[in-house]
């Protein structure tokens, strides 16, 4: 019952679709799945303590449960009562039935029987644990459940009777069971009952009094008994007397009573496994149990107390005043309060004076404060100054709003005239306030801006019309005048208001600028209606979508006005202006159409919905646009500058701006999102006029209208203390600022008050609202993550609102049907109030490890927003609770402190030596030296002086043409300066030039680099010029040190410049650049192109499966200067490391590197981050913390990586999906260990499973806080409107049913509108596309599934499967519907590859294709023919074994549109959507099945060749260009017509060039190159070329060495030529290539010893006159070309013979030709189908001559 499950088997309630299916006792799911609950067990094993035996039942309330639970009664008494059983659920389900069956029969009897009230019994036996199930599958369930526990569950225990007695209580606190335990065993204090205390101190006192009374009558018989001994006489009883003295005793103090000490209560408490880990899995490490007590609403104003009757005079009862109409209620911090009663409290009444002696002193004192300038009057004044936070900390305090935003201002604007008072103000500058004008509500600027458009149609016309003495501006009286003059009717009040509202300098007048404001409101005015149409209709319709079918509901693609006229009328919307005025919006997007919007401008009708910022947006701006030029600003631009000024910044040049033309402009001006709204709504502001076009006069009233804002709300603070005071003088200065104690005091103990039964709730608060609260604080424990529009005031809002008794939420009063109460419904709503709390305390240290508390009394201020009928008659005043007066009292308590939410105590990954496991960044580099820094100023003239050269070249016509090919052939570039230059003609031209300035300013460029070195190195040469004696001679040691730099940086040049020349030997003419081959600028390879070749002939040889040569090319990069510390190059490194051969050690090395360079300020990147966490726990392969000894140290250095990066990048939800995975990859690794041990009969410490669990936990934790929306991580405790005004939803609500309830707001129809048949799908089609059928992922899952692309992306694929095959049901990483989705198949599937596993792979996509339609994915089909085409290679298979992989990558490719056959003309014709890659692959196995004819298929070649050409388009590399040269040279062998031989060898030619020009180090096309010269009878590029193969040696594979060997052999013997004949003949020469040759042959050799390069190798030598050398290669050749080129044996033997019988002189050779001959006949007979054919050898061994020429050996020549 108390085992504690682990979490990685449950997934969060809040995801759908997974079911708990780990238990079915404590968490009970209904097959409806609607039903969700959490069943809790509760034992109560023992009571102890108790004063005396009792029979006793236990009663259990709590956890949410509205009705009580009680235990079976005892049997028997006992005073130490235990083992209470309770009834099952199914029992108390059986006792309701058996009960409502005896009511049932009861009620069938005659009404004078007597009810039984007995209990039912059930049949079904108790159980010593108490079950109560809560529901928990809503999120309001959720929370309701979280707060019942942290809510104290009560256990009382009662007496059996007839009226059962309670005896004792006890609260259990049960929160340790949310996140910390699935069971709980608690010792509990018994604290008793007023009823038994009374019951036993009834008992003890009936006890003393019955003692009392024995001790009298013992004490009467004593009396008695002496008196009668008296009378006996006195004689003789002298010793009775004494003894009767004697016996007398003091009498001893009556006994107290004594309470009884407390007793104990045992209690047990379990649930499957902790609750929270289950709902909220997220808040682990980050929750908090929240306390909130009310201990009233102090000093309500006087219509509230005297709400439905008069207060009872003093001296009233003390308590609830039970006919007091109204009830309160009160929400703050989530906590709902309800039913708060007016309350009188006990007050103590002075003793009655007389008369005469009271009068007088009250009379003086009357007499005392009449008077003016009294003391006591001048003891009253405030003498006490406030600094700036004082005074926005006082308005806050008083509730407005506005005072984090405005109070500085409104301070500013106090203290101005005011120096030397160090930033303070007191009563005479806060009375200042009254100088601030109150302007004109906006409502009011609209008004006067209709009227006068519908009198002049123009507002300039407007301007011109009221200032008649063209003044340029309007006075007071002026616009009074005119405004008289054209009929306006307004009082003098309206028109002072209206001015004060439009002189936005406060100059005393208004310009043509200031008078925009009243366009400029009229727009925002319009905003604001489209905005209530946009919203309404959105919402009417379902969805923005479904709102576009009902305005074009014939789909014909565009709007009309009519249209969505139409729309609206037919949804119900009664405003044609708003709608008006929203297509009005839309159609700014399309200036060029007349009377209709596209679909895609429509969208934007979703803007108008969020337009709560607009404010804040207009002041940034004239921010972004003026900066501090704006007006109000000191030397601010005004009138039409201002406009100009922001039109410039817009675009420069620019007339008029349409709105896209603004919109982008504006786009380009943000740094992210800092407007807060959509410049299109800026821009329909500006355009008063609706011409769809702004200028510098509409953009000129924008710092105007700003200012006129400022100094509204300004005013607004002058308006909030008169209608809270009366007026702005010394007693609101007191009221706001004073130290109020005594007030309170008074308030407390002697005011009515209103009090709340239920005065203290308890909630569970988790890391989204410890987020929002520290956001709120503006505390760092939180990082600062609130919005941008959100504001940190540092405190929260609680909002009271009172109702009639009996009303359980607030109502609108004009529903109420009772008259009798109308007048206090409407009373109540007037007086609903808010308050600002400040929680700035919760965040102050706590010393004792207890959690914060704050004491508050928050001043209440009337809430806003009433209906207009609520206060018509004008009696209740416009502020309901004045200012500082009305106030709540409580206490805010947390239970534990707070704390940074997690990941918290973040720090470095360390080792255990205790250095950083991330290496120091690389030092920088030395500055460079003297002597670099003058070569290098020596390079740079160098530069020019080559440039000079070039001129004067070109001026003197010493240029010439230049020859580039064979024949001829000229290339387009002139030679310079090779011919008529003579000997210092360059210098005199030098001299000539720009009158001789030309060397001066050479020398100018050069001289500061000498005189730093002559400084530097030489110091002690001479200081200065010439000076005739001996030091002169020094000069001649510092010109030659001077000129050994010059010299080095020349020659350093030069072999630059002729380096780059070699690279370009192999470009074709016609494809060559325009630069000159010779010239410095045009062959000169920057370094980013070098950058940018290397990275992609990496990836090319990777492709090619050289990883060797690509990792080699990978280094050349890094080694670029720019790449040494660039954190991206390395990190390509990194992957490529783990993607070619998992070289984990190597990429954990590069990774840690990468992080290293990272500039400190940027921090390291997700990626690397990321990668180098997950590479840690890769177990799979070794890691260099392996060192370290113990297997925990790889998992704490990946979460130290990433909680660091987490820490500071808060918001961002991907790295959390990666906390997730280590975490829970540690956890398996560590079960895994587990049962390896239980399979070898070991045993693990208990703390491993413990640690199990709490890694389970953490990883639960932070997938469930990936997988939640961003509003975990922003916002504040205050949903608050513009300029931090709160919102409250229920007022929100009851307004809405208020305005519409008055017409001022139309309600939203429930029922949706019908589909147009337009736009109702289409039907079902007998063959639907393959989109329509492919299983998508869902929306929710879209970040997990990056997370697995990146894993794929890292090279683990380990970790990918993990992820499916453990997370998904152990953690429910991806839903069902997800996981089951293509994406995650073929996510799948290239996990497989990775890891090299084509057969899994292979089975992966025949599952995939399995499913319906599957096998209509193109990229599933290239995976299927990548895993057959790698397994074929890795098998070395021939062209045959690459047929399934072959059509499969047809199949793939037949899913790409092919570029014919598109209907397009050529020109407008895109190019087709290749994929160069699968064709590379297709044409590679072509060009092997093509090989393996020997290019007798031609159609074959054809279609690899087709291929290649296809790749080439989609993306060039040099394999596609030197394959299409190699089948191009194939080709030409075959070819008959010489002509025709010959072009094909020139196309092979350039597309080797061309290849070349790609990747100028490859051996291969640098051999196919010298082939195709040699071919063409290019002698000396054919030798070039041989040359530079030879460069790169090492990478040259033996298949090619050979054939550029047979073909360097062919052209070299003339014997060969006679068989071609013809104009081949001719290309032939005797040694031509023979050295050549022989050293590519040997090359072969060294690779691998082959009979063809011993033979080709032979021939070269034989060719070069060595013929003892190539006698000894052929017997080496002639036994190894037997099973290699049998047909090449006869030849080798004759010139075998041939250069034996050359050297005469060693008689060795030829018996060396011999034996190898024979030899070679000898593994003939051996070889399958030759030795049927072999006649017997005789006793010498040798076969017969004629024998030998038989098998194809011609006899050896006659002597």
């Known amino acids: 019952?108390?085992?504690?499950?682990?979490?990685?088997?449950?997934?969060?309630?809040?995801?759908?679709?997974?079911?708990?299916?780990?238990?079915?006792?404590?968490?009970?799911?209904?097959?409806?799945?609607?039903?969700?609950?959490?069943?809790?067990?509760?034992?109560?094993?023992?009571?102890?303590?108790?004063?005396?035996?009792?029979?006793?039942?236990?009663?259990?309330?709590?956890?949410?449960?509205?009705?009580?639970?009680?235990?079976?009664?005892?049997?028997?008494?006992?005073?130490?009562?235990?083992?209470?059983?309770?009834?099952?659920?199914?029992?108390?389900?059986?006792?309701?039935?058996?009960?409502?069956?005896?009511?049932?029969?009861?009620?069938?009897?005659?009404?004078?029987?007597?009810?039984?009230?007995?209990?039912?019994?059930?049949?079904?036996?108790?159980?010593?644990?108490?079950?109560?199930?809560?529901?928990?599958?809503?999120?309001?369930?959720?929370?309701?459940?979280?707060?019942?526990?942290?809510?104290?569950?009560?256990?009382?225990?009662?007496?059996?009777?007839?009226?059962?007695?309670?005896?004792?209580?006890?609260?259990?606190?049960?929160?340790?069971?949310?996140?910390?335990?699935?069971?709980?065993?608690?010792?509990?204090?018994?604290?008793?009952?007023e009823e038994l205390i009374s019951e036993l101190r009834r008992d003890f006192e009936a006890d003393v009094a019955a003692a009392a009374e024995a001790a009298a009558a013992a004490k009467a018989e004593a009396e008695a008994a002496a008196a009668a001994a008296h009378a006996e006489g006195e004689a003789g009883d002298e010793s009775a007397e004494g003894s009767a003295d004697g016996d007398g005793k003091a009498e001893e103090p009556p006994p107290t009573f004594l309470e009884p000490p407390p007793g104990r209560l045992m209690l047990r408490a379990s649930v499957a496994s902790p609750i929270g880990r289950v709902l909220c899995p997220e808040d682990l490490h980050d929750w908090a149990v929240i306390s909130v007590r009310l201990d009233g609403l102090y000093a309500p104003p006087q219509t509230l107390k005297e709400a439905g009757a008069p207060l009872p005079e003093l001296p009233w009862t003390r308590g609830p005043v039970e006919t007091h109409p109204l009830r309160y209620a009160l929400n703050l911090l989530g906590c709902e309060f309800s039913g708060g009663v007016l309350t009188l409290p006990e007050v103590e009444l002075p003793p009655q004076e007389e008369e005469g002696e009271a009068g007088e002193p009250a009379a003086a004192a009357e007499g005392e404060s009449a008077e003016v300038g009294s003391p006591t009057a001048a003891e009253n004044l405030p003498s006490f100054e406030i600094g700036s936070e004082e005074f926005v900390e006082g308005l806050m305090r008083a509730g407005f709003a506005a005072a984090k935003e405005d109070g500085p201002a409104v301070f500013e604007f106090l203290g101005r005239p005011r120096t030397g008072m160090g930033g303070r103000i007191g009563p005479q500058e806060f009375a200042r306030l009254a100088e601030l004008g109150v302007p004109a509500e906006p409502?009011?600027?609209?008004?006067?801006?209709?009227?006068?458009?519908?009198?002049?149609?123009?507002?300039?016309?407007?301007?011109?019309?009221?200032?008649?003495?063209?003044?340029?501006?309007?006075?007071?009286?002026?616009?009074?005048?005119?405004?008289?003059?054209?009929?306006?009717?307004?009082?003098?009040?309206?028109?002072?208001?209206?001015?004060?509202?439009?002189?936005?300098?406060?100059?005393?007048?208004?310009?043509?600028?200031?008078?925009?404001?009243?366009?400029?409101?009229?727009?925002?005015?319009?905003?604001?209606?489209?905005?209530?149409?946009?919203?309404?209709?959105?919402?009417?319709?379902?969805?923005?979508?479904?709102?576009?079918?009902?305005?074009?509901?014939?789909n014909t693609g565009s709007i009309t006005r009519e249209n969505l006229l139409a729309a609206a009328s037919r949804l119900g919307y009664p405003d044609s202006n708003g709608v008006e005025l929203v297509f009005s919006y839309l159609s700014l997007s399309e200036p060029d159409m007349v009377d209709s919007i596209s679909h895609k401008s429509f969208a934007c009708i979703a803007n108008l919905t969020r337009v709560s910022g607009l404010a804040l947006a207009l002041s940034r701006l004239e921010e972004m646009l003026l900066g501090g030029e704006g007006l109000g600003a000191t030397g601010s631009l005004s009138g039409e500058?201002?406009?100009?000024?922001?039109?410039?910044?817009?675009?420069?040049?620019?007339?008029?701006?349409?709105?896209?033309?603004?919109?982008?402009?504006?786009?380009?001006?943000?740094?992210?999102?800092?407007?807060?709204?959509?410049?299109?709504?800026?821009?329909?502001?500006?355009?008063?006029?609706?011409?769809?076009?702004?200028?510098?006069?509409?953009?000129?009233?924008?710092?105007?209208?700003?200012?006129?804002?400022?100094?509204?709300?300004?005013?607004?603070?002058?308006?909030?203390?008169e209608d809270g005071v009366g007026s702005v003088d010394q007693e609101a200065f007191k009221r706001f600022f004073e130290d109020r104690s005594q007030f309170f005091i008074e308030a407390e103990e002697s005011m009515p008050f209103v009090k709340w039964e239920q005065n203290e709730l308890h909630g569970y608060r988790g890391r989204e609202w410890l987020q929002k609260l520290l956001n709120t604080l503006g505390d760092e424990r939180g990082r600062y993550c609130d919005g941008e529009q959100d504001v940190s005031l540092g405190g929260t809002w609680l909002y009271l609102f009172p109702l009639l008794d009996g009303q359980v939420k607030p109502v609108d009063f004009k529903e109420m049907t009772d008259a009798a109460q109308a007048g206090n419904a409407r009373l109540a709503r007037w007086h609903h109030g808010k308050g600002f709390l400040d929680l700035r305390r919760l965040a102050a240290p706590v010393d004792d490890g207890m959690g914060p508390e704050v004491e508050f009394r928050v001043f209440l201020t009337h809430a806003g927003n009433q209906p207009s009928d609520t206060n018509d008659s004008g009696d209740k005043g416009r502020a309901p609770y004045g200012a500082c007066q009305t106030y709540v009292r409580g206490v805010i308590r947390l239970d534990r402190p707070l704390l940074r939410l997690c990941p918290r105590d973040v720090q470095p990954p360390m080792l255990s030596s205790g250095e950083s496991y991330i290496p120091p960044p690389p030092e920088l580099p030395p500055p460079p030296?003297?002597?670099?820094?003058?070569?290098?100023?020596?390079?740079?003239?160098?530069?020019?002086?080559?440039?000079?050269?070039?001129?004067?070249?070109?001026?003197?016509?010493?240029?010439?043409?230049?020859?580039?090919?064979?024949?001829?052939?000229?290339?387009?570039?002139?030679?310079?300066?090779?011919?008529?230059?003579?000997?210092?003609?360059?210098?005199?031209?030098?001299?000539?030039?720009?009158?001789?300035?030309?060397?001066?300013?050479?020398?100018?460029?050069?001289?500061?680099?000498?005189?730093?070195?002559?400084?530097?190195?030489?110091?002690?040469?001479?200081?200065?010029?010439?000076?005739?004696?001996e030091n002169d001679a020094r000069y001649t040691f510092l010109r030659d040190y001077i000129l050994k730099h010059f010299f080095r940086a020349l020659n350093r040049d030069v072999d630059e410049k002729r380096r780059l020349r070699d690279e370009k030997l192999w470009r074709s003419p016609p494809l060559v650049d325009p630069a000159n081959a010779q010239d410095a600028d045009g062959t000169a390879c920057k370094v980013p192109e070098q950058d940018e070749?290397?990275?992609?002939?990496?990836?090319?040889?990777?492709?090619?499966?050289?990883?060797?040569?690509?990792?080699?090319?990978?280094?050349?990069?890094?080694?670029?200067?720019?790449?040494?510390?660039?954190?991206?190059?390395?990190?390509?490194?990194?992957?490529?490391?783990?993607?070619?051969?998992?070289?984990?050690?190597?990429?954990?090395?590069?990774?840690?590197?990468?992080?290293?360079?990272?500039?400190?300020?940027?921090?390291?990147?997700?990626?690397?981050?990321?990668?180098?966490?997950?590479?840690?726990?890769?177990?799979?392969?070794?890691?260099?913390?392996?060192?370290?000894?113990?297997?925990?140290?790889?998992?704490?250095?990946?979460?130290?990586?990433?909680?660091?990066?987490?820490?500071?990048?808060?918001?961002?939800?991907?790295?959390?999906?990666?906390?997730?995975?280590?975490?829970?990859?540690?956890?398996?690794?560590?079960?895994?260990?587990?049962?390896?041990?239980?399979?070898?009969?070991?045993?693990?410490?208990?703390?491993?499973?413990?640690?199990?669990?709490?890694?389970?936990?953490?990883?639960?934790?932070?997938?469930?806080?990936?997988?939640?929306?961003?509003?975990?991580?922003?916002?504040?405790?205050?949903?608050?409107?513009?300029?931090?005004?709160?919102?409250?939803?229920?007022?929100?609500?009851?307004?809405?049913?208020?305005?519409?309830?008055?017409?001022?707001?139309?309600?939203?129809?429930?029922?949706?509108?019908?589909?147009?048949?337009?736009?109702?799908?289409?039907?079902?089609?007998?063959?639907?596309?393959?989109?329509?059928?492919?299983?998508?992922?869902?929306?929710?899952?879209?970040?997990?599934?990056?997370?697995?692309?990146?894993?794929?992306?890292?090279?683990?694929?380990?970790?990918?499967?993990?992820?499916?095959?453990?997370?998904?049901?152990?953690?429910?990483?991806?839903?069902?519907?997800?996981?089951?989705?293509?994406?995650?198949?073929?996510?799948?599937?290239?996990?497989?590859?990775?890891?090299?596993?084509?057969?899994?792979a292979e089975d992966l996509v025949a599952n995939l294709f399995s499913t319906k339609a599957a096998?209509?994915?193109?990229?599933?089909?290239?995976?299927?023919?990548?895993?057959?085409?790698?397994?074929?290679?890795?098998?070395?298979?021939?062209?045959?074994?690459?047929?399934?992989?072959?059509?499969?990558?047809?199949?793939?490719?037949?899913?790409?549109?092919?570029?014919?056959?598109?209907?397009?003309?050529?020109?407008?014709?895109?190019?087709?959507?290749?994929?160069?890659?699968?064709?590379?692959?297709?044409?590679?196995?072509?060009?092997?099945?093509?090989?393996?004819?020997?290019?007798?298929?031609?159609?074959?070649?054809?279609?690899?060749?087709?291929?290649?050409?296809?790749?080439?388009?989609?993306?060039?590399?040099?394999?596609?260009?030197?394959?299409?040269?190699?089948?191009?040279?194939?080709?030409?062998?075959?070819?008959?017509?010489?002509?025709?031989?010959?072009?094909?060898?020139?196309?092979?030619?350039?597309?080797?060039?061309?290849?070349?020009?790609?990747?100028?180090?490859?051996?291969?096309?640098?051999?196919?190159?010298?082939?195709?010269?040699?071919?063409?009878?290019?002698?000396?590029?054919?030798?070039?070329?041989?040359?530079q193969v030879l460069q790169f040696e090492a990478r040259l594979d033996v298949d090619t060495a050979l054939e550029l060997a047979d073909v360097l052999v062919r052209f070299s013997d003339e014997q060969r030529a006679v068989e071609w004949g013809g104009e081949r003949g001719r290309l032939v020469q005797n040694g031509r290539y023979a050295q050549e040759a022989a050293q590519v042959a040997r090359l072969a050799i060294a690779r691998s010893d082959s009979g063809r390069a011993r033979h080709f190798l032979a021939c070269a030598l034989a060719l070069s006159g060595e013929h003892a050398s190539a006698a000894q290669e052929f017997s080496k050749a002639l036994p190894l070309l037997v099973a290699e080129d049998p047909g090449s044996l006869q030849s080798a033997a004759d010139m075998a013979r041939d250069c034996a019988a050359k050297m005469p002189g060693e008689p060795q050779?030829?018996?060396?030709?011999?034996?190898?001959?024979?030899?070679?006949?000898?593994?003939?007979?051996?070889?399958?189908?030759?030795?049927?054919?072999?006649?017997?050898?005789?006793?010498?061994?040798?076969?017969?001559?004629?024998?030998?020429?038989?098998?194809?050996?011609?006899?050896?020549p006659e002597s």
């Open 1 to 193: 019952a108390t085992t504690d499950i682990p979490c990685q088997s449950i997934r969060p309630l809040r995801a759908t679709g997974i079911r708990f299916t780990h238990t079915q006792r404590w968490l009970h799911m209904a097959d409806s799945s609607s039903q969700k609950e959490i069943i809790f067990h509760i034992e109560v094993p023992s009571t102890s303590g108790l004063p005396g035996p009792e029979r006793t039942f236990i009663r259990i309330s709590g956890l949410g449960v509205e009705e009580a639970l009680d235990s079976e009664l005892q049997v028997e008494e006992s005073d130490q009562p235990g083992g209470f059983l309770f009834p099952s659920p199914d029992a108390l389900a059986e006792i309701a039935r058996l009960k409502a069956e005896a009511e049932a029969a009861a009620a069938s009897k005659k009404k004078g029987s007597t009810p039984d009230n007995s209990r039912p019994e059930s049949q079904i036996p108790p159980e010593p644990a108490c079950r109560i199930a809560r529901p928990c599958g809503t999120q309001e369930e959720r929370q309701s459940l979280l707060d019942a526990v942290c809510s104290p569950l009560r256990v009382t225990l009662f007496r059996v009777g007839e009226t059962p007695v309670p005896l004792a209580h006890a609260s259990v606190d049960l929160s340790a069971l949310i996140h910390d335990t699935a069971s709980i065993e608690l010792d509990e204090e018994l604290r008793w009952s």
């Open 1093 to 1400: 070749n290397l990275k992609r002939l990496a990836f090319e040889y990777e492709l090619r499966g050289d990883t060797t040569r690509a990792r080699e090319l990978y280094e050349q990069r890094l080694a670029l200067p720019q790449n040494v510390e660039s954190g991206n190059a390395w990190y390509g490194f990194a992957r490529f490391l783990m993607r070619c051969g998992q070289h984990q050690l190597d990429a954990e090395r590069v990774l840690r590197y990468v992080i290293s360079v990272r500039p400190p300020s940027e921090g390291p990147g997700l990626l690397e981050v990321a990668n180098l966490a997950c590479l840690l726990q890769n177990h799979a392969l070794p890691s260099s913390l392996d060192a370290e000894g113990h297997r925990s140290a790889r998992f704490e250095a990946a979460v130290a990586l990433l909680e660091d990066y987490v820490d500071k990048h808060p918001t961002e939800r991907l790295p959390l999906y990666f906390l997730f995975l280590v975490n829970a990859l540690e956890a398996w690794g560590l079960q895994a260990e587990i049962t390896a041990a239980g399979e070898a009969g070991q045993a693990l410490p208990e703390e491993t499973a413990l640690q199990i669990s709490r890694l389970s936990a953490v990883a639960a934790k932070y997938l469930e806080m990936a997988r939640s929306s961003s509003e975990i991580f922003s916002g504040t405790l205050n949903a608050s409107g513009p300029f931090g005004c709160p919102t409250f939803p229920k007022l929100e609500s009851l307004l809405r049913s208020e305005q519409i309830n008055r017409g001022e707001a139309t309600d939203i129809p429930e029922a949706k509108p019908a589909v147009p048949s337009s736009w109702e799908a289409p039907a079902k089609l007998v063959f639907p596309d393959a989109e329509a059928l492919k299983r998508l992922p869902e929306a929710e899952d879209a970040i997990a599934l990056e997370c697995i692309d990146l894993l794929l992306y890292f090279g683990l694929p380990d970790l990918v499967r993990f992820l499916f095959y453990e997370a998904i049901p152990g953690y429910g990483f991806l839903t069902p519907v997800t996981a089951a989705s293509t994406k995650c198949k073929i996510q799948l599937i290239k996990a497989a590859m990775l890891a090299r596993d084509w057969s899994q």
């Open 1415 to 1587: 096998d209509r994915a193109p990229d599933a089909h290239a995976l299927l023919g990548e895993c057959r085409y790698q397994a074929a290679c890795e098998a070395g298979a021939r062209s045959d074994g690459f047929e399934s992989a072959l059509s499969t990558f047809e199949t793939a490719l037949s899913f790409l549109p092919l570029a014919e056959s598109s209907l397009e003309p050529l020109s407008a014709r895109r190019p087709p959507k290749d994929d160069p890659v699968l064709h590379l692959r297709v044409a590679s196995i072509l060009q092997m099945r093509a090989e393996d004819s020997g290019f007798k298929d031609s159609a074959v070649a054809d279609r690899a060749v087709y291929h290649y050409k296809r790749s080439l388009i989609a993306g060039p590399t040099a394999e596609a260009w030197k394959s299409v040269g190699v089948c191009a040279y194939r080709r030409a062998q075959l070819e008959a017509s010489p002509s025709k031989r010959t072009r094909l060898l020139k196309d092979a030619s350039r597309y080797l060039q061309e290849a070349n020009v790609l990747d100028k180090e490859r051996p291969q096309i640098i051999a196919w190159l010298a082939i195709c010269a040699a071919e063409l009878g290019q002698e000396q590029l054919a030798k070039q070329g041989v040359r």
């Open 929 to 1029: 030296t003297v002597n670099e820094e003058l070569e290098k100023e020596a390079s740079h003239v160098i530069g020019r002086l080559a440039f000079e050269f070039a001129r004067m070249c070109h001026e003197n016509g010493f240029e010439e043409a230049q020859i580039v090919g064979p024949g001829g052939e000229v290339g387009p570039n002139l030679l310079l300066g090779r011919k008529a230059v003579k000997r210092h003609m360059f210098v005199e031209w030098l001299e000539r030039e720009l009158d001789g300035t030309a060397l001066q300013s050479l020398g100018s460029d050069i001289r500061p680099a000498i005189v730093r070195l002559v400084r530097a190195e030489n110091k002690d040469g001479p200081s200065c010029g010439l000076g005739g004696n």
């Open 641 to 721: 500058g201002a406009g100009e000024a922001a039109l410039k910044k817009l675009q420069e040049g620019a007339v008029s701006l349409s709105c896209p033309e603004f919109v982008a402009c504006i786009r380009a001006l943000e740094s992210g999102e800092r407007l807060g709204v959509d410049p299109q709504l800026l821009f329909f502001i500006f355009d008063t006029t609706s011409t769809k076009a702004i200028g510098a006069p509409e953009l000129s009233g924008l710092p105007a209208f700003n200012a006129a804002a400022r100094w509204r709300r300004l005013a607004a603070v002058r308006s909030f203390i």
């Open 443 to 554: 409502k009011k600027l609209v008004e006067l801006y209709t009227y006068l458009i519908e009198k002049h149609e123009a507002l300039e016309t407007a301007f011109g019309a009221l200032d008649a003495s063209a003044e340029g501006c309007l006075s007071r009286e002026t616009l009074a005048a005119g405004l008289d003059e054209m009929g306006y009717t307004a009082t003098p009040e309206i028109v002072e208001e209206i001015f004060t509202a439009l002189d936005s300098q406060r100059s005393s007048s208004i310009s043509r600028e200031d008078f925009r404001i009243l366009a400029t409101s009229k727009r925002v005015q319009d905003i604001d209606d489209a905005t209530k149409a946009a919203t309404w209709l959105i919402a009417a319709a379902g969805s923005l979508n479904a709102l576009l079918q009902q305005a074009d509901e014939a």
């Open 1709 to 1756: 050779l030829a018996a060396l030709v011999e034996e190898a001959i024979q030899f070679a006949v000898m593994e003939q007979q051996r070889s399958p189908g030759m030795s049927d054919a072999m006649p017997p050898v005789d006793e010498t061994g040798v076969l017969p001559e004629a024998d030998v020429t038989q098998i194809g050996l011609n006899p050896p």
